[in-house]
């Protein structure tokens, strides 16, 4: 039996890593078709829903890296594991991974604070959510250990597809409702206005007395035939 003790870390570190790429996928997903007109009943019960898959993704994220704290072969230190470009192994992964990371972290937190944010600031900061989410999908598929693997490309094409369709979606239907309005050419001349000429003077042109108000016509002077 394979002795586990010496890898046991890096095992856990691999496994929440894997664990925070479904969890996020998920949460973005979800929020994304709450976005929409899809799921408009049991909105309460989707956002407890939505709030526990960022808040379990929060988690593994960070079990994902502090357990690598404890690898025998990488040794990272906590600068490592926690800035960007500091470490020196495959530091272009390692850094996306880290600030996709704490984006998320951060922008799941802030859902505690929009209050103080201000809930227009936060719904326009929580749009970012989706570009750390596609940073750490980065971040696996360059880095981890099972990115070559058939079954850990099924799985992440299995919850990353729907996520990057809705997302698709919504950046589509945005720009659509942000599309300018046409308008004239600079130097086209308006075509002529239709006019409109008076209800008096369209019946005195008719003949028709009856449109005539009282007053339009003049009547002194006029002699009266008896």
Request: net charge positive; proline share 5%.
């Amino acid at each position: 039996m394979t002795n586990l003790t010496p890898h046991l870390f890096w095992i856990t570190s691999r496994a929440a890593g894997f664990a925070a790429l479904v969890l996020a996928s998920l949460a973005v997903s979800l929020g994304l078709l709450m976005s929409t007109k899809l799921l408009k009943r049991r909105r309460s019960d989707l956002i407890s829903f939505h709030e526990i898959l960022s808040l379990s993704t929060i988690v593994a994220i960070v079990v994902h890296a502090v357990t690598l704290l404890g690898d025998a072969y990488l040794h990272p230190s906590v600068a490592d594991i926690s800035l960007p470009f500091v470490s020196s192994y495959k530091t272009a992964w390692m850094s996306i991974g880290i600030v996709g990371g704490w984006s998320l972290v951060l922008l799941g937190v802030s859902y505690y604070f929009r209050a103080r944010i201000g809930v227009a600031r936060w719904r326009k900061l929580h749009r970012f959510t989706a570009l750390a989410w596609l940073a750490g999908l980065v971040h696996a598929l360059g880095m981890g250990t099972d990115a070559g693997q058939l079954w850990f490309l099924a799985m992440v094409a299995l919850v990353a597809i729907p996520g990057l369709a809705l997302l698709a979606v919504r950046l589509l239907g945005a720009s659509g409702a942000n599309a300018p309005v046409s308008t004239p050419h600079r130097g086209a001349r308006p075509g002529p206005s239709p006019v409109r000429r008076p209800a008096a003077a369209s019946s005195a042109i008719r003949g028709d007395l009856r449109g005539i108000s009282a007053g339009a016509v003049p009547t002194r002077g006029v002699p009266v035939r008896s």
